[in-house]
């Protein structure tokens, strides 16, 4: 899709597919927190030697309270560096598989396609549940509810901690504290994939889910990114972090291991700069400042094509980059061919690529396959 838009001659075309956050120029800057930390670790690091499987600890310790809140995360909840939020991922499914061999896993539908993948191959089964309907662009929260009564105790079940990929749909407070509640009876092991805090509605704000949970249940994962919210994208800027009442020790020890036979030592660089940016109050401001701004970017877009037609009003409701179009293959195929506009297959499409000059044109070529598959 990538080439096919780059060889598109027409001037108009408009590119919805790319999973990367884009400023209204079309770029994805490197914060200015980031250049000035980069330039920091190049004067003052001395050596590059090893750190060992669990990463940078000092990364690890400032971006515990970012998650968790001021004073949190009791020494109860173990932390790795990962190599990415997919490297969380897979951390957290090869744990959970040598935990309980084939455990099962219940992922909501849709959801970021490779989710199911790592999990499969981690040995998990894997179990769904729909999290949301396009054509009603509405949160299908029973379906959520019922499969988690019906879940059974040992299952893990995946939850998107804010700005759910695809669909942008989140939960409200209430109902993760509904969520919370059931997960916390049957005993069900929840996996909350944080990758976009900061991209929704603002740092704690995008952390109440994940906060609900750990205050209440005695074990559960956070996978999280830092490569969205700090743009570190291809410097793979992870980790996992873990809460187990009971087994921290064993837990701990298991993770090492696991983590050791599947990249040994997590790359350093977005993570030391990670660190360098949450030590310094002038950065960490300039950060905020910057996430602040893609936020409200993002919060735009979504008002104003929620004013330019009453199908995407729900969007406006919802956070993050992306938001799931109820079209067919064929209607997204109509959209590049006829109206130069590219998404991928599954209707999902990536706000950020779109400015306010580009709304009107991406609504009409919205309405002109809508109108197609209705005549
Ligand atoms: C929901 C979700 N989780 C995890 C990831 C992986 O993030 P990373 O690039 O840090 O591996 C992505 C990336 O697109 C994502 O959308």
């Known amino acids: 899709?990538?080439?096919?838009?780059?060889?598109?001659?027409?001037p108009e075309k408009?590119?919805?597919g790319v999973g990367v956050y884009r400023d209204e120029a079309g770029e994805t800057p490197v914060f200015a927190a980031v250049k000035a930390a980069e330039a920091l670790l190049v004067e003052t690091q001395q050596t590059k030697a090893y750190l060992g499987p669990e990463g940078d600890t000092g990364f690890l310790d400032l971006m515990s309270p970012v998650i968790f809140g001021e004073g949190a995360a009791g020494a109860d909840v173990i932390s790795v560096q990962t190599p990415g939020g997919t490297g969380a991922l897979r951390l957290a499914a090869e744990l959970a598989n040598a935990a309980r061999p084939g455990a099962r896993i219940l992922v909501g539908s849709p959801s970021w396609p490779i989710h199911r993948q790592i999990f499969a191959a981690a040995g998990l089964e894997v179990a769904g549940f729909r999290h949301f309907?396009?054509?009603?662009?509405?949160?299908?929260?029973?379906?959520?509810?019922?499969?988690?009564?019906?879940?059974?105790?040992?299952?893990?079940?995946?939850?998107?901690?804010?700005?759910?990929n695809p669909s942008g749909a989140d939960l409200s407070s209430a109902q993760w504290a509904m969520v919370t509640g059931i997960i916390a009876d049957r005993g069900v092991v929840?996996?909350?994939?944080?990758?976009?805090?900061?991209?929704?509605?603002?740092?704690?704000?995008?952390?109440?889910?994940?906060?609900?949970?750990?205050?209440?249940?005695d074990e559960a994962l956070v996978a999280y990114s830092c490569d969205k919210n700090f743009g570190l994208y291809r410097e793979r800027t992870g980790a996992l972090f873990v809460r187990s009442r009971r087994r921290s020790d064993v837990v701990r020890s298991n993770i090492l291991s696991i983590a050791r036979c599947l990249w040994s030592m997590p790359p350093d660089h977005g993570a030391a700069v990670v660190r360098l940016i949450l030590q310094s109050p002038e950065l960490r401001a300039s950060w905020e400042d910057e996430l602040q701004?893609?936020?409200?970017?993002?919060?735009?877009?979504?008002?104003?094509?929620?004013?330019?037609?009453?199908?995407?009003?729900?969007?406006?409701?919802?956070?993050?980059?992306?938001?799931?179009?109820?079209?067919?293959?064929?209607?997204v195929e109509a959209m590049r061919r006829d109206g130069a506009v590219y998404m991928a297959a599954s209707g999902r499409i990536n706000l950020a690529g779109l400015t306010p000059g580009l709304i009107r044109p991406f609504v009409e070529a919205l309405c002109a396959v809508t109108t197609v598959r209705t005549a």
């Open 1 to 10: 899709m990538i080439k096919a838009f780059c060889e598109d001659p027409r």
């Open 14 to 16: 408009i590119d919805l």
């Open 133 to 164: 309907d396009p054509p009603s662009q509405t949160l299908a929260f029973d379906d959520m509810l019922s499969a988690l009564e019906r879940a059974e105790r040992g299952d893990l079940v995946l939850l998107h901690g804010c700005c759910h």
């Open 190 to 217: 929840p996996l909350i994939d944080l990758a976009y805090q900061g991209l929704g509605r603002g740092l704690d704000a995008d952390a109440r889910g994940v906060r609900a949970v750990f205050d209440t249940v």
């Open 293 to 331: 701004a893609m936020r409200r970017r993002l919060g735009e877009i979504r008002a104003a094509l929620s004013q330019a037609d009453s199908g995407l009003a729900p969007l406006s409701d919802f956070d993050g980059l992306f938001a799931i179009l109820p079209l067919s293959g064929d209607q």
